[in-house]
């Protein structure tokens, strides 16, 4: 799934925060990002309507704990999950929470 990705200047905007506080977020993994083009930028789609999807951080931490590097973290949210019929990050969108930390779980 292709995806739009945001810089932390971006985040700033999209959700009102301070720089600090976009950067505490992403150390408590509210968010995940990469470096993949130089700036460290995170998927739009884990920001849905100025406001971080709740259910991301336990889903990253699911993900940490099976040996995923954010990368890859980034790269399972965004991809078709078969089982589930939709990419974990759209699932999660829709409240789909517990039927994705399954999969997840799954994956360690």
Do not use: C, N
Not at 31 to 59: H, M, N, Q, Y
């Amino acid at each position: 799934m292709e995806s739009e990705w945001l810089t932390l200047p971006d985040l700033v905007e999209v959700l009102d925060e301070p720089l600090g506080r976009v950067r505490r977020f992403l150390d408590e993994y509210q968010l995940v990002g990469s470096r993949r083009e130089g700036a460290l930028k995170v998927p739009a789609l884990f920001v849905k309507d100025g406001e971080l999807i709740p259910s991301l951080r336990g889903t990253v931490i699911v993900l940490h704990d099976a040996g995923f590097s954010d990368d890859e973290a980034i790269d399972w949210l965004l991809a078709l999950e078969d089982s589930i019929g939709v990419a974990p990050i759209e699932a999660l969108r829709a409240g789909r929470k517990s039927e994705v930390r399954r999969v997840a779980a799954a994956l360690a």
